[in-house]
T-cell receptor, first 116, second 115 residues
Framework: EAEVAQSPRYKITEKSQAVAFWCDPISGHATLYWYRQILGQGPELLVQFQDESVVDDSQLPKDRFSAERLKGVDSTLKIQPAELGDSAMYLC??????????????FGPGTRLTVL | AQTVTQSQPEMSVQEAETVTLSCTYDTSESDYYLFWYKQPPSRQMILVIRQEAYKQQNATENRFSVNFQKAAKSFSLKISDSQLGDAAMYFCAYRSALGSYKLIFGSGTRLLVRP
C-alpha cells in the first residue's frame, strides 16, 4: 500500500541551528501539504503545493521557514534558525487533484522536532 | 475564517460500549466537507469518516457513524462496540469545497478504552 514517507522521524537540535525535513508523497499525488502540530493541538497548515507551485503559505513564518518542491515530487521544509517555540510534530500529507473528488489527504508519520 | 471546536479533551469508554465525540464548527460557506481523523500513538493520522455538507444522510463506516446537524453546525462521531484499538487522538476537521484544500482541525479528543 502506498504511503507518504517522511524523514527523519525524530530530530533534536539546539536553538539557532538549521534543520531540514523531507517528505516523499504518494506517487502521482499533485498536492502536497506541510502541517505543524504543537503538542496538545490540532495540525495547522504551513504550506501547500500544487505540483511545484506554492498555493498557500499564509501561515508559514517566512523569516525562518522555507519550503520547496522543485520537481513537483518530493519536498523539503527548512527552519533556520530554529527557536524553542518550533518544537512540534511536522506532518506531511499528499492528495490527488481531481475536481470531481474530495481528494482525501494521506498523512505521513511525521517528524518530531525538539529544540533545546 | 472557519473554526473547529472540540470541547472534550479526553473521553473514556468501556470496551464494547458506545461513545460519542463532539465537534462544532463555524463557517459562512454552504458547501464543505467534514472529517474525523484518528491519530494513534506514534502512528500516522488516518481518515475515519467524511461527510459532504450537501448530503443530508449521515455517513456510516462500519462501527463509526456521524450525526451531522448542518443548521446547528455540529458534527459528532459515534463509535459503537468500542475496541482497544480505537484508543487514539481523534480530530475533527473542516475543508472548504472550493479554493484551498487545506484542512482546519480542532484541538482533538483523546479516547481511552478500558478493558
Amino acid at each position: 500500500e502506498a504511503e507518504v514517507a517522511q524523514s527523519p522521524r525524530y530530530k533534536i537540535t539546539e536553538k539557532s541551528q538549521a534543520v531540514a525535513f523531507w517528505c516523499d508523497p504518494i506517487s502521482g499525488h499533485a498536492t502536497l501539504y506541510w502541517y505543524r502540530q504543537i503538542l496538545g493541538q490540532g495540525p495547522e497548515l504551513l504550506v501547500q503545493f500544487q505540483d511545484e507551485s506554492v498555493v498557500d503559505d499564509s501561515q508559514l513564518p517566512k523569516d525562518r521557514f522555507s519550503a520547496e518542491r522543485l520537481k513537483g515530487v518530493d519536498s523539503t521544509l527548512k527552519i533556520q534558525p530554529a527557536e524553542l517555540g518550533d518544537s512540534a510534530m511536522y506532518l506531511c500529507a499528499s492528495s490527488s487533484f481531481d475536481m470531481s473528488s474530495y481528494n482525501e489527504q494521506f498523512f505521513g508519520p511525521g517528524t518530531r522536532l525538539t529544540v533545546l | 475564517a472557519q473554526t473547529v471546536t472540540q470541547s472534550q479533551p479526553e473521553m473514556s469508554v468501556q470496551e464494547a460500549e458506545t461513545v460519542t465525540l463532539s465537534c462544532t464548527y463555524d463557517t459562512s460557506e454552504s458547501d464543505y466537507y467534514l472529517f474525523w481523523y484518528k491519530q494513534p500513538p506514534s502512528r500516522q493520522m488516518i481518515l475515519v469518516i467524511r461527510q459532504e455538507a450537501y448530503k443530508q444522510q449521515n455517513a456510516t463506516e462500519n462501527r463509526f457513524s456521524v450525526n451531522f446537524q448542518k443548521a446547528a453546525k455540529s458534527f459528532s462521531l459515534k463509535i459503537s462496540d468500542s475496541q482497544l484499538g480505537d484508543a487514539a487522538m481523534y480530530f475533527c476537521a473542516y475543508r472548504s469545497a472550493l479554493g484551498s484544500y487545506k484542512l482546519i482541525f480542532g484541538s482533538g479528543t483523546r479516547l481511552l478504552v478500558r478493558p
